[in-house]
Structure formats: C-alpha cells, structure tokens
Nanobody
Framework: QVHLMESGGGSVQAGGSLRLSCTAF????????MGWFRQAPGKEREGVAG???????TYADAVKGRFSISVDNAKNTLYLQMNMLKPEDTAKYYC???????????????????WGQGTQVAVSS
C-alpha cells in the first residue's frame, strides 16, 4: 500500500532555507510522477513543483530560482530544497504521487492518487 510521509518543516526567518523530505513507501520504482503542493490558511492548495522518472521538472513561477525538487531513488525519497524563503511561502506543504504528467502539478492536482499528511513551514519577516 502506497504511503507518503513528509518531514523537514519548521520555522525560519526570511532569507533562510529548509529541505523537505517525502518518503514514498511502495511507490517510486522504475516509473514515477510526483509533486509538492502547499496550502496557506484561507487559500486553495497550489502546486509548487513536480518531477517524473524521465527527469522532467516543473516549478510554480512564485518559487522558480529559489526551490529545487529532486529524488533519491535509493531512498525512495522526494525532496524540496527551499532557499531564500519569504513570508509568503508560509503554508502546509504536501507531497503527492501518481500524476500522469508533471504539468498536472499546475493544472490537474486531482489526478494525484496519493497524498501525504503535510508538514508545516512558517517564515517570519
């Protein structure tokens, strides 16, 4: 049974960095499509970044140049390296798996079949 577990959230000051991890149990074999999402209070869940087993990447405009998504296949783990954090990055971050294309992160979050419970990120000014 697929199970996703996020970790690495916390509180940082603006300009700081965090690295989120998502361990994917019973997923991420030879073919995968995964993404990171975030949801701030009172706002809709939005796509942050996506990656697939062909090496294709996608990022939301708001995080381009600051965030980096990657995978360690040996550890079945998805990462989100977040640098130059801003107060507007404050949200609960979720990893998700089983999309059909990385662009699903931006336009079709409903196709993701598996979701983690989320990890909170708070950025203070």
């Amino acid at each position: 049974q697929v199970h996703l577990m996020e970790s690495g959230g916390g509180s940082v000051q603006a300009g700081g960095s965090l690295r989120l991890s998502c361990t994917a149990f019973e997923y991420m074999y030879s073919s995968y499509c995964m993404g990171w999402f975030r949801q701030a209070p009172g706002k809709e869940r939005e796509g942050v970044a996506g990656i697939d087993s062909d090496g294709r990447l996608t990022y939301a405009d708001a995080v381009k140049g600051r965030f980096s998504i990657s995978v360690d296949n040996a550890k079945n783990t998805l990462y989100l390296q977040m640098n130059m954090l801003k107060p507007e990055d404050t949200a609960k971050y979720y990893c998700a798996a089983d999309c059909q294309d990385v662009v699903d992160v931006a336009v079709r979050k409903g196709v993701f079949g598996y979701w983690g419970q989320g990890t909170q990120v708070a950025v203070s000014s």
